[in-house]
């Protein structure tokens, strides 16, 4: 339902489009890791993906569970709430290694949170956190890059600006962008795969950024 709503209501707020990788494929089973910006990016994500014929189970902050409907329904179509700096963090990695092992693919969002910044610019993704590398040197599952840009445009900043960029944004119609790269085989120690899984999915953020004509394509 979720990912039926995002591609329903993404175009509303502004104009999606989506690429991919010569050969990217997104298999059952595999992990979706894609770059944080906005509270509005997962739903452009799943949009996209939605359109690649892709329903993820999403990892997500277990705040999100409290909010009433959105909370019911995210626990009835099977999404992981992350309990950050808790000891039922670790429950969240069991519930996606079992999606994974029935074939369903799991979005992760390996940053852990959003970026404390007020403007709508693009920037690369911050450090990742350890719990993608964990994930795939337990299923085995490839990692496939994902890349957005664009949500920032939709909200962004603090509070009061957030609101204000959601409700104008079907005026405003903002370029929306996702791209989708090359699934990988995460190798090596944890910093490694940690190190190879960011290096993925900030390629696909620079694809993403670069439709969109952000300076943040030409950053080193």
């Known amino acids: 339902m979720l990912s039926r709503l995002a591609d329903v209501l ?33 739903a452009v994500v799943l949009a996209a993906l939605h359109r690649l014929g892709v329903r993820p189970v999403v990892m997500a902050a277990a705040g999100l569970w409290r909010v009433p409907l959105l909370g019911r329904a995210l626990a009835g179509e099977g999404h992981i709430p992350v309990h950050r700096g808790d000891r ?15 074939g369903r693919s799991v979005l992760i969002y390996a940053e852990g949170g959003l970026p404390r910044r007020t403007d709508a610019r693009e920037t690369a993704p911050e450090a990742f956190r350890s719990g993608l590398s964990r994930l795939s040197l337990r299923t085995g599952a490839p990692v496939v890059p994902v890349g957005q840009a664009g949500a920032r445009r939709i909200i962004s900043g603090n509070a009061t600006k957030q609101l204000a960029g959601l409700l104008t944004s079907p005026l405003r119609r903002p370029e929306l962008h996702v791209h989708v790269g ?4 995460l190798a090596g120690d944890s910093a490694a795969r940690t190190a190879q899984a960011r290096t993925a999915v900030t390629t696909a953020w620079r694809t993403a950024t670069a439709q969109l004509g952000e300076p943040a394509a030409l950053a080193a």
């Open 10 to 42: 993404v175009p509303v707020a502004g104009r999606l489009t989506v690429t991919t990788d010569p050969g990217a494929e997104l298999a059952p089973g595999s992990i979706i890791a894609a770059n944080h910006t906005s509270f509005a990016d997962p």
């Open 88 to 102: 039922r963090a670790a429950h969240a990695l069991d519930a996606a290694a079992e999606a994974l092992e029935q």
């Open 182 to 185: 090359t699934p990988l085989s």
